[in-house]
């Protein structure tokens, strides 16, 4: 089987576990070969027409994903109002207060952010060109790389606390008032959620070259650790809920209290630990 490559069209070998065979590779300008599964990859030759691209030959394990976001925590229900005062049944005087206003539930807590996940090792492979002709042979690159370690999720922000509810409000009952209620406290801000830990990067494995002998030493090759994933940040807490307004008479108030903030900020996650590299045989 014959191909032609180039950077728009490079040759992309995936699987689990291959055992392929190609006949002449054409590379054209910025062409390159990225081989992500184990086995034996084969090639009667290669001609280049054009200048490769810069690595060459990329052996790299496939990269882990993100953690997911965590979700933000449930803001608190306000509180119920309480009911208006109402006057005697005989409309001069005073008859029951205004009820208190509720109080406004608590904001939960954010969610923590997951795990990325573990970038793949680079797979252990066996490549042999038979030949090599053209007028660009310089340069000839060849990595390996294990996958990237997926970043931390981030944290959830923690709820808002819940409005307090109003106290139900005065009544004027002639000479008399009847007092209104008193207003509900604001429900808690929930805390903050953790940032998940970020994923390791995969190792290196071994890569067997197996070439021409005139072209042994025009091949470069180096093996990279690959990079871990980054810890996914903790977030904020929410934030009290108002105190609902009372309104006990026509010229004082009686508000309730805010309710607190969440106690704590979502810490971080950890950061992954980077996979090490392998090693590269020409033989």
Known sequence: MDKVISA????????????????KITVQDGGYIEVSAPGILEIDSIVLIANPAIPFIRVIG??????TDGKKGKDGEKGGDGSDATCSSGGGEAGTPGGDGGKGS????????????????????????????????????????GGMGGDGGKGGRGGDGGYGGHGGKYNRCGAFNSNGG??????????????GNGGNGGDSNTLTLL?????SSSFLCKSYPSISGKE????WYGIGGEGGAGM?????????????????????????????????TIK
């Not at 310089?138 to 790389?145: E, K, P, Q």
């Not at 004082?252 to 590269?280: H, L, R, V």
Request: hydrophobic fraction near 20%; proline fraction near 8%.
């Open 8 to 23: 728009a069209c490079p040759l992309l070998i995936k699987g689990d576990l291959i055992n392929y065979h190609y006949g």
């Open 62 to 67: 496939t990269d882990g994903t993100k953690g």
């Open 106 to 145: 608590d904001g939960s807590n954010g969610q923590k952010g997951g795990n990325g996940t573990a970038g793949n090792p680079s797979p252990t492979l066996s490549i042999k060109i038979s030949a090599i002709s053209g007028e660009f042979q310089n340069g000839m690159t060849v990595i390996t790389r």
């Open 182 to 195: 008193a207003g509900g406290v604001g429900g808690g801000g929930g805390e903050g959620g953790g940032g």
């Open 211 to 215: 070439l021409p002998p005139t072209f």
């Open 232 to 235: 996914g940040r903790g977030n």
């Open 248 to 280: 006990p008479s026509t010229t004082a108030t009686n508000s309730g209290m805010s309710g607190s903030p969440g106690k704590t900020t979502g810490s971080d996650g950890s950061s992954g630990q980077p996979g090490k590299p392998g090693t590269i």
